[in-house]
């Protein structure tokens, strides 16, 4: 017992550091340049705002065709990552002008492996990029899955009360979700290039049966939007009060998952904490879905509540199943008649910087011609 309060109490203390507890004067966040900690600066006057006929970048009408690129805040040296290593400077200074990138900003991947400590570099690092390169940026907080991050499957309890509770995980997890929200968006507040947040990539409030949590596993609680719309008010808060200016990402999948299941989706998204709501694609389609889950419908749902669609994730496999000229066709098709039906933008999922052409995948490399469709598509103005 004493063991474990003594572990305790050391994860205790590596939270009040990470919230800005201690008031001595060597915080180990502080730059060591003289610069005040990035958590003492004001929130950077937003980039990227919203209307009812779509996102504005700069004040210009805006729409983005840009990347996931989820493995950028991997760096081996420091965290457990979430696939290869990317060199930042190549992929931010060859992104085409104006695109936006969705990128992991998991708690994990701000944990020293080693030592077990908080550690921002490998994130901060993401943002100087950026920064530097004038590349606009939207991170993702924490997955559905777990993967890459505490590889726990939420449940419904999660959303529930779930995400204010510690559950430590050696590496991976010294704080709560509300915990971490609350660090990552004060220390990030300030970066001028930051298009929004997102709380959860593909939220949904469901729950497993036993240890399986596969799609064929879960069971919808009859109360799950207005679980989820909860959490979305109550997180979605916390981050307007510390970022008034920025906008909050729905990070729906939107294609019937629990909790947003038909008009379920409509009652989420009425939430004065989501401005930007989403639609994640990996049909042939053009205007994937059916007359309840659909993209058409998702998008006249968006229309009614006066909020834009992103389709925040939008993917097709090539390689060994077919040429990447191909799926490039592909895409410019679906990326026309998707701007036309009214959505906001279009991300491709997803970057690597080690692509496996021999394999089918989604992998886009540096080389992928979806670069030039990107820079093509992405319009301001």
Request: hydrophobic share 40%.
């Amino acid at each position: 017992m004493a063991a474990e309060r003594a572990r305790l109490a050391g994860l205790l203390t590596v939270v009040g550091l990470v919230l800005g507890v201690c008031g001595c004067s060597d915080h180990p966040f502080a730059p060591k340049d003289g610069r005040p900690p990035r958590s003492t600066l004001p929130a950077a006057e937003a980039v990227v705002t919203a209307s009812p006929q779509g996102l504005r970048l700069r004040g210009a009408p805006w729409w983005p065709a840009g990347f996931n690129a989820p493995q950028l805040a991997t760096n081996w040296s420091v965290n457990f990552g979430c696939g290869a290593q990317t060199d930042l400077d190549s992929y931010f200074g060859a992104l085409p002008a104006n695109s936006l990138t969705r990128f992991n900003l998991f708690q994990a991947l701000a944990i020293n492996k080693r030592t077990g400590a908080v550690d921002f570099s490998a994130a901060d690092a993401v943002f100087a990029a950026a920064e530097k390169y004038r590349q606009v940026v939207l991170p993702v907080l924490s997955p559905q899955d777990g993967g890459c991050a505490d590889e726990q499957f939420k449940q419904r309890q999660w959303y529930v009360n779930g995400w204010t509770t510690v559950r430590p995980v050696p590496g991976r997890a010294v704080m709560s979700f509300r915990d971490w929200t609350k660090a990552a968006v004060d220390r990030w507040k300030s970066v001028p290039v930051l298009a929004g947040w997102e709380l959860v990539g593909e939220p949904e409030p469901s729950n497993c049966t036993g240890n399986h949590c596969d799609l064929p596993a879960r069971t919808c609680p009859p109360d799950a939007a207005a679980v989820l719309r909860k959490f979305m008010d109550d997180a979605g808060t916390i981050v307007r009060e510390l970022d008034p200016h920025r906008l909050i990402f729905a990070g729906y999948a939107g294609g019937g998952q629990c909790g947003t299941q038909g008009d379920e989706f409509r009652t989420v998204s009425a939430s004065p904490q989501i401005d930007v709501v989403e639609y994640h694609d990996y049909t042939r389609d053009s205007l994937p879905g059916d007359q309840w889950n659909g993209l058409g419908v998702r998008l006249r749902q968006a229309a009614q509540l006066g909020k834009p669609l992103l389709v925040a994730e939008i993917g097709e496999e090539a390689g060994s199943c077919g040429s990447l000229e191909d799926r490039r066709a592909h895409l410019d098709a679906k990326f026309v008649a998707q701007r036309a039906a009214g959505s906001a933008g279009a991300l491709i999922w997803a970057f690597v910087p080690d692509p496996r052409p021999d394999q089918c995948t989604f992998d886009v490399g540096p080389d992928d011609p979806l670069w030039s469709l990107a820079a093509e598509r992405t319009t301001v103005g």
